[in-house]
Antibody, heavy 117, light 109 residues
């Protein structure tokens, strides 16, 4: 059974870079049948798609975050990563790693990231 | 800026039927937007219910169904159970980018 586990610092200072890793178990991140991505949810608010990465390496990012986001895959470690630069308090959220097929079908449990000095 | 709109809240009686809708600011929602629906309960990660308009995941209860209705994507719950009380989100695809609706809080009362 596929499982996704997010990890990374729970606290990031303003203007710094948020870095998260998602470890995929029970399946290969290299599968051409799926692609991968990140979704976040600020406290008490709705869901926001951050971006996706395809088997080919092509990436698509939310236009509102595009200038600050990098999503990559390490196939040797079966991991997905997210980097979000120049963070502010508005980036405080639960960050979810997800697998996509015709939409996000498998979700990680999420990791809370707080941006504060 | 594309906006996806859902009813902020709905209330349904146990055993009843309710339809949640999902509209796009760009016009009518079609199957080409690959409508997805998710259920989220407090403190939990979202759970996928429907993909590509009307397809259920293996874990989706039979009482949930997806469709297109009057230019919108729709999620219908038939025979609502108390455990269906949750926030429901729709998601639409816009050529490389995905946009979530603001969510519908469904109360079973």
């Amino acid at each position: 059974q596929l499982q996704l586990q997010e990890s990374g610092p729970g606290l990031v200072k303003p203007s710094e870079t948020l870095s998260l890793t998602c470890t995929v178990s029970g399946g290969s991140i290299s599968s051409s049948s799926y692609y991968w991505g990140w979704i976040r949810q600020p406290p008490g608010k709705g869901l926001e798609w951050i971006g996706s990465i395809f088997y080919s390496g092509n990436t698509y990012y939310n236009p509102s975050l595009k200038s600050r986001v990098t999503i990559s895959v390490d196939t040797s470690k079966n991991q997905l990563s997210l980097k979000l630069s120049s963070v502010t308090a508005a980036d405080t959220a639960v960050y979810y790693c997800v697998r996509f097929k015709d939409g996000p079908d498998v979700w990680g449990q999420g990791t809370t990231v707080t941006v504060s000095s | 800026q594309t906006v996806v709109t859902q009813e902020p809240s709905l209330t349904v009686s146990p055993g009843g039927t309710v339809t949640l809708t999902c509209a796009s600011s760009t016009g009518a929602v079609t199957s080409g937007y690959y409508p997805n629906w998710f259920q989220q309960k407090p403190g939990q990660a979202p759970r996928a219910l429907i993909y590509s308009t009307d397809n259920k995941h293996s874990w989706t209860p039979a009482r949930f169904s997806g469709s297109l209705l009057g230019g919108k994507a729709a999620l219908t719950l038939s025979g609502v159970q108390p455990e269906d009380e949750a926030e429901y989100y729709c998601l639409l695809y816009f050529g490389g980018a995905w946009v979530f609706g603001g969510g519908t809080k469904l109360t079973v009362l």
